[in-house]
């Protein structure tokens, strides 16, 4: 499966921006897909998934303000970011997991060399 991340670009304090993941090349219904992100000078960290049957997983970081969701008709999976932060800035990318992996925070988390990459896409949030 191959993923495309989009939906980055600047914004304020306190705005928002939906990122969007599309994929193609496989069954997307079968797969877990995760978000990730990495700021400059940083590791890549978890940010949210969304499970093959909607269930959901967020980072600390992000809970309450970030909402994943997934369209199968559209091979597509959303994440809406709303009330963002300055350190909410680095490139976003989302993976793509089997769905025979367990879905479970300690699958998801980590970044797996058995995943599917997309490109990422930048946010930044200004001050």
Not at 3 to 9: F, K, N, R
Not at 41 to 47: D, I, N, P, S, T
Not at 78 to 106: H, I, W
Not at 116 to 126: D, E, K
Request: charged share 15%.
């Amino acid at each position: 499966v191959q993923l495309q991340a989009s939906g980055g670009g600047l914004v304020q304090t306190g705005g928002s921006l939906r990122l969007s993941c599309a994929a193609s090349g496989g069954t997307f219904s079968n797969y877990h897909i995760v978000w990730f992100r990495q700021a400059p000078g940083k590791e890549r960290e978890f940010v949210a998934a969304v499970s093959q049957f909607r269930r959901t997983l967020y980072s600390e970081a992000v809970r309450g303000r970030f909402t994943i969701s997934r369209d199968n008709a559209k091979n597509a999976v959303y994440l809406q970011m709303n009330s963002l932060k300055p350190e909410d800035t680095a490139v976003y990318s989302c993976a793509a997991r089997v769905g025979s992996v367990n879905f479970s925070m300690l699958n998801m988390a980590r970044p797996s060399p058995n995943a599917y990459w997309g490109q990422g896409t930048l946010v930044t949030v200004s001050s």
